[in-house]
Nanobody, 128 residues
């Protein structure tokens, strides 16, 4: 059973940076396509960033492009979301998600239904 645990959230000021981590256990290391999503109470879960299972491709929501970076750690069992130039509108619960290595090696789905496994989330609060 694949388990995902997010960490690194917190309360920061606008313009600050944070790095979220997602620890992956219970599966084949480095074999999963990974994604980050976020959700504000009362709104739908929103795509943020994704990394293909091969690690060859990434995709970002327009709202975070150029500010956020998704990457995989050297040990392949951790995925990061480096967030810079944070804005109050980035405030949300951030979720890590994983999907089995199906499809093309550069496949980077944005839809939440493409992901089979989810963490419980970590809160990020950005104040102005």
């Amino acid at each position: 059973q694949v388990q995902l645990v997010e960490s690194g959230g917190g309360s920061v000021q606008a313009g600050d940076s944070l790095r979220l981590s997602c620890a992956v256990s219970g599966g084949i290391l480095g074999a999963y396509g990974m994604g980050w999503f976020r959700q504000v109470v009362g709104k739908e879960r929103e795509f943020v960033a994704t990394l293909s299972w091969s690690g060859s491709s990434t995709d970002y929501a327009d709202s975070v492009k150029g500010r956020f970076t998704i990457s995989r750690g050297d040990a392949l069992n951790t995925v990061y979301l480096q967030m810079t130039s944070l804005k109050p509108e980035d405030t949300a619960v951030y979720y890590c998600a994983a999907r089995p290595p199906s499809g093309a090696e550069n496949y980077t789905p944005r839809g939440a239904t493409a992901y089979n496994y989810w963490g419980r989330g970590t809160q990020v609060t950005v104040s102005s």
